[in-house]
């Protein structure tokens, strides 16, 4: 139906304009902004189609939310329910959210983020008549006043992506707290805080971890991430990779990805690390350990993905070398201290789109993507097929809270195993990869502490 409508407008803008824009006033005029988007892009038509195409590419590439997307087409699980959802808004997630309405939700939207919403894909979601409040490069004030709105719609499970709206439901909107059944929390920053509160006692109602489903993080933190950031990186960059000195800060799931992807494009790759076990397998990986004090001297490249602040400040900035790029992957923009940064330098310039060079009077360092998530908003967020597991996880969450949150207590559990099984089964399957089945015996083998040698 989508596809006739747009071709349809498409046909009719071609030759008549006026005609096209009267059509699109009538069905959006409450929402979308036209002044803005002809100015900016020359046409609302171009944008509009721009975010239902990505959405279409998204979805062909979606193969297991496709596979849930038809059960809960067929099932309406959802029925009758609102989710309130704050992720980065582009085409996958616009899957994720058709996959929540053919499931019978109401939903309403906005970034995570203030900069890694893509706007053609935030209006696609408007023109098919969704409550999508994100804009790229939000103030923090319009940041906030879009998850206000969405929490205006009073939803009965949320579905957040570093806990902010979690957070407004513990401060300024707890009165909505009361209605909601659960939430879903998508990334390890907002899983930390999220566990802080249960530890505090103070949480309001019971959070799924979704951060923690194996078919999230062993796949999106890191090839995800992996893949992603380099992605990332390269667009803003346009620089060779092979030879350069890459330090990677944090060798958790994300920086795994980061230093396996480096070493892949030929680098040498330095990891940072305070905790002692993961220090040793980024050691026995094959990469060079040190602290950051060290490191800052040596590195052409620096990737943060520690969700900890302060891991590159002004002491390890001037032990830099001239030229040095730095990047972070982590969920918010503290990893690289960007006060210490402006403090330092003489002057600051953007050099390339996303590129801020920062003139320290005897060297220029540059920043990718303001310090934040250069992924999102230097590249288009995680590869689509990682997405479709994460994205698979959240929807088959959001069910699970809606039929399950009487028995749940205000605690953060794990995506129950079933659930995450189901997820890898039905991707091995669009993979068209089968495995084998264990018989009778070897169950009972593996089973039986009796049976020795
Ligand atoms: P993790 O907990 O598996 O790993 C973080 C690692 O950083 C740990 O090994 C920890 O010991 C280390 N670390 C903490 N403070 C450090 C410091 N000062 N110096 C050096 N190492 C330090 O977490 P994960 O899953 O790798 O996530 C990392 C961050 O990336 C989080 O903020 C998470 O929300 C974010 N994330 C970003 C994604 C993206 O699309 N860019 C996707 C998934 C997660």
């Known amino acids: 139906m989508i596809w006739v409508k747009i071709m349809t407008i498409k046909f009719l803008s071609t030759f008549q304009p006026w005609l096209y824009l009267s059509q699109k006033e009538v069905l959006n005029s409450s929402q979308l ?111 906030y006043s879009a998850l206000n709105k969405v929490l205006d719609s009073e939803p009965d499970v949320i579905i957040d992506d570093g806990a902010d709206l979690i957070f407004l439901l513990h401060g300024e909107r707890q009165a909505l707290a009361e209605k909601i059944m659960g939430a879903s929390e998508e990334t390890t920053t907002g899983i930390i805080r999220i566990r802080a509160m249960e530890e505090e006692g103070v949480l309001k109602f019971p959070v799924i971890d979704v951060n ?22 390269l667009r803003s960059t346009n620089m060779l990779i092979a030879g350069k000195k890459v330090v990677v800060a944090g060798y958790g799931w994300c920086g795994r990805g980061i230093a396996m992807r480096a070493k ?24 060079e350990v040190m602290p950051m004090d060290e490191a800052s001297k040596l590195g052409d490249i620096f990737i943060t993905a520690t969700g900890d602040k302060d891991v590159i400040t002004s002491q390890h900035i001037r032990n830099m070398k001239d030229g040095a790029i730095l990047a972070n992957s982590g969920h918010f923009n503290v990893e690289i201290n960007i006060p210490d940064l402006e403090r330092l330098s003489k002057s600051v310039r953007e050099v390339r789109g996303g590129v801020t060079e920062y003139d320290l009077g005897d060297k220029r360092v ?49 995506l129950p195993d079933e659930l995450d099984r189901f997820v890898a089964k039905l991707k091995l399957e669009s993979m068209g990869v089968r495995i084998d089945q264990l018989t009778e015996e070897q169950k009972r083998y593996l089973s039986d502490w009796r049976q020795g040698t």
């Open 33 to 143: 902004h036209l002044s803005k988007l002809y100015s900016q892009h020359g046409g609302i038509m171009d944008m509009v189609e721009s975010g239902y195409r990505k959405i279409e590419w998204a979805e062909k590439h979606m193969k297991v939310i496709g596979r849930i997307r038809e059960i809960y087409s067929k099932e309406k699980p959802l029925e009758g329910y609102k989710v309130g959802m704050a992720l980065h808004v582009e085409a996958k997630t616009a899957v994720l959210v058709k996959t929540l309405i053919d499931g019978g939700a109401d939903v309403a939207i906005t970034g995570c983020n203030p900069l890694s919403s893509q706007d053609d894909v935030s209006e696609a979601l408007r023109d098919m008549g969704i409550k999508c409040y994100s804009k790229r490069g939000m103030s923090e004030e319009e940041y």
């Open 366 to 414: 540059y920043l990718l993507a303001e310090g934040r998530l250069v992924n999102l908003v230097a590249g288009d967020g995680h590869p689509i097929e990682v997405m479709d597991m994460s994205f698979s996880d959240q929807a088959l969450s959001v069910k699970y809270i809606v039929e399950n949150h009487e028995k749940l207590e205000n605690k953060v559990y794990r």
């Open 264 to 287: 892949g494009l030929g680098a040498k790759v330095i990891v940072t690390e305070v905790d002692e076990i993961r220090a040793l397998e980024a050691v026995m990986d094959g990469f």
């Open 212 to 233: 923690n489903a194996m078919t999230k993080f062993l796949f999106d933190n890191r090839y995800g991430t992996g893949q992603s950031t380099w992605d990332g990186i």
